[in-house]
């Protein structure tokens, strides 16, 4: 885990608990980020290249 | 290959689960592209010089195979885990292109057959169900949602490689407009250099949802939800059923009714969507008002309306139960169908919008299933489920066109029609869908006989996922 991703870290819950997974969500924002745009840039350029052509339906 | 091991993708505590839709969106979108044979498929039939029917039986067998894989490995995918399962799927699906474009080089159909109908169906099928239930396990609070948001990628995958597949032939045929013209249609080199391009792309993409596909953590749930809440829900269980008796239920028998007469009732329209509407709109003379381009757009909105189905309408399931989703798109479909037989010729817009209605509840239905499934069954063995579940798809991905093309074929030949003459297929698709609609009033929780005693609720928080 890097340094960046480290600290996105959100605060930790107030009070402690005993429960191993109740910890603090690893925001991980660069992976996060890739991931979304690995999937999300290919998905816009399909849409928008269709919707170019649903256009003329209504002409 | 040990890091393919179920025990190996265990998420650390404080892994981010939005990290886990881009790894299954990232298997579903590749696989997605069996949505868009058509790209070239004219070019196969040149190349080859055989029918239509031949090259339409490459995207059958994939999907009988996507089917048929999915019923039978839904169980060692479970065992198995998402990540070995996705790697095993990119392995297929990869591989099925390289064979088919071997195929395609050599001039031999049947290794087209082989590669991306057998092969390439199998990492359909396997690819499909891989990370379904791992999603579900990281969003049990929005289980419709996170399966929509992977299933969604089914559907968005044929708006990628469509015109990705497009560019990609006219780069390879070096296209010249001036010379080509509007009429051109890719050579069989060109299509082969493709197949080898997207088998490696795909397969790499794949390989990053391989890579972060995470289980949750034996007791994990999301912070704040308190799991003890679904217990006011009649139709969601907290007790779980195996693979093999969940095919014993009467539940899992109208669940499979209600998906083939959704899905059948979905390729009414998928199938016909570019002659129907030319069908529809006729001047006075004959000549349709709706150029083969216009109608090649209607197309690309139904494919819109079917991956936005997925996601929205499952989402929704969330909030007003599975049960009365299917009735709506069951119900509402088989109106919209009505609409459309006897209205839909007066008004493009009505049409238009009717289609679209129509193909996001087909959407809808496969997006809703694996979230109902778990709903009714748990999450023990849900994948497995589901994957018997996909069967109904292979069904009506046979018995759809058999209806449609039959009835057609009675009226004369798409393309050359009028509104009228859909009306036997139209009503026809209400009917289904009205059987679908009883079919699912009669889904009722599972019966206690059925559940795995030793994964009672108790049992179960200790297991875990």
């Known amino acids: 885990m890097s340094t960046q991703e480290q600290e996105a870290f959100e605060p930790a819950a107030s009070g402690g608990t005993s429960d191993p997974y109740d910890v603090p969500v690893d925001r991980a924002p660069l992976r996060l980020a890739f991931g979304w745009l690995l999937v999300g840039a290919p998905l816009v350029y399909g849409i928008i290249t269709t919707l170019s052509r649903v256009g003329q339906l209504f002409q | 290959m040990n890091w393919l091991d179920r025990s190996r993708s265990l998420a650390p505590p404080g892994f981010n689960r939005w990290l886990i839709p881009p790894a299954a969106l990232a298997v579903h979108l590749c696989i997605g592209q069996a949505y868009a ?5 004219s070019a196969l039939i040149g190349h080859f010089d055989v029918s239509q029917t031949a090259i339409g039986v490459i995207f059958s067998i994939a999907i009988v195979m996507l089917g048929l894989s999915a019923a039978f490995m839904g169980t060692w995918v479970e065992r198995s885990g998402p990540r070995k399962s996705m790697f095993v799927a990119a392995c ?6 390289l064979v088919g474009a071997a195929g395609i080089f050599t001039g031999q159909l049947w290794l087209v057959y082989l590669g991306y109908g057998f092969i390439g169906g199998i990492g359909l099928g396997i690819g499909y169900i891989s990370p379904v239930s791992t999603l579900m396990k990281w969003f049990p609070d929005r289980p419709g949602m996170a399966t929509g948001m992977a299933i969604m990628g089914f559907g968005g995958g044929a708006l990628i490689a469509s015109p990705l597949s497009t560019a990609l032939l006219k780069t390879f045929d070096g296209f010249d407009p001036a010379v080509d013209g509007a009429n051109w249609i890719a050579s069989g080199d060109a299509v082969g250099k493709l197949f080898l391009t997207l088998g490696i792309i795909y397969f790499l993409v794949m390989l990053y949802g391989v890579a972060n596909i995470r289980v949750p953590a034996p007791g994990w749930k999301p912070r704040g939800w308190d799991d003890t809440r679904i217990r006011s829900t009649a139709m969601v269980t907290r007790s779980h059923v195996s693979a093999a008796n969940a095919i014993k239920t009467r539940q899992f ?20 969507a570019s002659p129907m509407i030319q069908d529809f709109f006729r001047a006075e003379n004959g000549v349709s008002t709706v150029s083969a381009a216009v109608a090649a757009g209607f197309v690309g909105l139904l494919s819109i309306g079917n991956m936005a189905g997925r996601f929205a309408w499952s989402s929704a399931s ?38 679209v209605l129509i193909i996001s509840f087909y959407g809808g239905g496969f997006a809703t299933a694996p979230a109902y499934l778990k709903d ?23 018995a759809g066109p058999l209806i449609v093309n039959g009835l057609l074929d009675a009226q004369g030949k798409p393309g050359t029609m009028s509104a009228a003459n859909y009306t036997p297929v139209l009503l026809t698709m209400v009917a289904l869908l009205v059987i679908g609609f009883v079919a699912s009033t009669l889904v009722k929780p599972v019966d206690a006989k059925f559940h795995e005693p030793e994964l009672e609720p108790a049992a179960t928080a200790m297991k875990g996922a």
């Open chain 2, 318 to 355: 969330d909030v007003i139960g599975r049960k009365r989703i299917y009735m709506l798109y069951l119900g509402a479909g088989a109106v919209f169908y009505v609409v459309l037989a006897f209205f839909g010729g007066g008004s493009m817009l009505l049409f238009v919008a009717m289609a």
């Open chain 2, 92 to 97: 297929f699906w990869g591989s099925g292109f």
């Open chain 2, 37 to 41: 044979t058509s790209v070239y498929k």
């Open chain 2, 253 to 272: 028998w109208l669940l499979w009714t209600v998906l083939f007469l959704n899905v059948t009732a979905g390729i009414g329209i998928l199938e016909q």
């Open chain 2, 376 to 398: 009714l069954f748990g999450t023990f063995q849900v994948g497995a489920i589901h994957g018997r579940l996909l069967t109904a798809w292979s069904a009506a991905g046979i």
